[in-house]
């Protein structure tokens, strides 16, 4: 058992390196001073540090007429963690440094077998990427994941657009990988990266919007994300708006979801395009084609949106209203067309919202895109290193 002294060298130990983190480029004074623990203390921290390869010396400032302070910042030649994020149509593979840089990444469509997306391929393609990394200790993997997990089990309890249900993702990297292996919805993956490395979520409650092929939210309340009961908190694309809207891939109709996804806005442009070519069989487009679209002006693919984002609308009000938060960022695939959709829809949620809730609420895309998930999975790696649960130096490698 860990006594109370070691709880706080720990403690003190994180808050050193998350002040880093936020700030690169503080002095062993100035860091004592905005964690209000003893100069010997943080001499001592990082000293520690500097020897694990986690803080670096980046030279010394003006002299004040003493000895000139050092300046200190994460080294970002030190340890990097690998962020796996499992998406709609592939997964997506990177490599993170301490600076929240992706130094490498790549995009690799799904294998599936009977609608079943194959889990053993991706683990094959995670391998070969950190096989061929050369720079630095890879300290973990993190996998993010669009469905409900069992994370004290690393099971996917249910992942609709996987095919997945209870099975054992983190036995399955395990199986390859030395540990360690972390799991994380990708929602809160997503809201991670922007607290992390973003400029955007500065208070709570803050809120992250997942606009993709299906639509999910993280949600944080004093620095904790909300689980909920079932731990499924967060189906805000579940939210019935129409009863008597277009059917939803949960059985109900007139879901968030069904009328204002990816999918949605995708399967509406083609459905209203074939109607008005008169070609029952003209070619879909994607949606990043029909986002491009819209952009470049074109008429129908501008008033599909703009439904989506009367929809969505209507959505965010009702978590302005219920929450209260302080930040809403949206994210994914959708939000290629941010120009389109963003304002709209904070001119909906000041306009229906609560006026109190409304004004205390800000409406942003989000810093990192499409990449969000797949930056937030790497850190939940470099969270774990930070709180001591990971050590530095055992490298992640193939098992022979």
Known sequence: MMSSSQQVRLRNRANVLHALRRRPGLSKIALARQLRISPATVGSIIAGLTEE????????GPS???RPAEHL???RAGPVAVGVDLGQTMVRIGILNLAGKLLAQRSVPFQRHHNEVDLAAIVTQVEEMVGTFPHGTICGIGVAVPGLLDLERGMVRYAANLGWRNL???????????QPIVMIRNTNAAL???????????RDPSIFVTLGSGIGAALRVDRHFIQGAAAVAGELGHIPIDPSGMRCSCGQRGCLEAMASGRAVQERYNRLRSRRMAVPNAAPLSLSEILQQAMEGEELARTV????????????????????????????????????????????????A?????AAVTVVASTFRSDAALIGAASLVFDELFQGRIPVGEEVTAMT
């Open 168 to 178: 054992m993702l983190r036995d399955a990297f395990a199986q390859v990988f030395g």
């Open 305 to 352: 949106l703009e439904e989506a984002a009367y929809y969505l609308g209507i959505g965010l009000t009702i978590l302005t209203n219920l929450l209260n938060p302080a930040v809403i960022v949206l994210g994914g695939e959708l939000m290629e067309a941010s120009d389109l959709l963003l304002r709209p829809i904070v001119q909906y949620i000041h306009t229906h």
């Open 53 to 60: 390869g986690l803080v670096v010396s980046i030279g010394a």
């Open 354 to 358: 609560l006026s109190d809730a409304a």
């Open 73 to 75: 910042e994460l080294n």
């Open 192 to 202: 991670l990266a922007e607290d992390w490395w973003g400029n955007v979520v500065t």
């Open 64 to 66: 004040t007429g003493g």
